[in-house]
């Protein structure tokens, strides 16, 4: 059995820490964000810390380390998208991780066409195949963390990618949307073996 180390999080700095949490809790499914400024400047980052918040109703949420531009815009108007980052998007998504000033676009720096949303003011990538458009339901803080909450309104979605006939519902297929992920450091990755396993129910099994 090899050895193991232990690394008290009171001796950590605050970059070490981040470190190691990004790198045990990995991988992590990027949100490219988009969102507009009370002026009127688009802009897109994208979030490594996303989630799923609720279902009923929908929100997802992700986490900004320090107040962003992204944070600033959602509290100044209230909407963002969140795009499904793909393996065709990466240099583009690495790009826009970049410290831009909040008067530049990352649209028009980084040369990624936009396109009207359907149901909030920021556009979205034109090359999206699944955005979440949504309308802020809360900001918490944690820490340095500020974790931005939103109520999904809508999305909008490659008709190549979805899987109609499923019983549940059409739905994304994770195989033909390949998201892609961050780990630790520098270090992405894309979507591996796929496979199928039903969730057991007790109930079931004790008839």
Not at 103 to 123: D, K, L, M, N, Q
Request: hydrophobic residues 40%; charged residues 20%; glycine residues 8%.
């Amino acid at each position: 059995m090899a050895a193991k180390r232990t690394f008290p999080a009171a001796e950590q700095s605050a970059q070490r820490a981040y470190r190691l949490l990004t790198a045990s809790v990995a991988p992590r499914m990027i949100g490219w964000v988009s969102s507009r400024s009370a002026e009127g400047v688009d802009n897109l980052a994208p979030y490594s810390a996303f989630t799923i918040v609720s279902s009923r109703p929908p929100m997802i949420g992700f986490t900004s380390f320090g107040v962003k531009d992204t944070v600033r815009n959602v509290r100044e108007t209230g909407e963002f998208t969140v795009t499904v980052a793909t393996p065709g998007h990466v240099g583009q998504v690495n790009e826009t991780a970049s410290n831009f000033p909040p008067h530049r676009s990352e649209f028009v720096e980084c040369g990624i066409a936009a396109e009207p949303s359907v149901f909030v003011a920021p556009p979205r990538p034109a090359s999206a195949q699944c955005t979440l458009e949504c309308r802020l339901h809360q900001i918490v803080e944690f820490g340095d963390g500020h974790f931005v909450v939103g109520e999904v309104l809508g999305w909008v979605i490659d008709a190549d990618v979805i899987e109609e006939n499923h019983p549940e519902g059409p739905h994304p297929r994770p195989q033909d949307l390949r998201p892609l992920s961050k780990l630790g450091v520098d270090e992405w990755a894309t979507l591996g073996d796929v496979f199928r396993m039903a969730r057991p129910d007790y109930n079931r099994s004790q008839a």
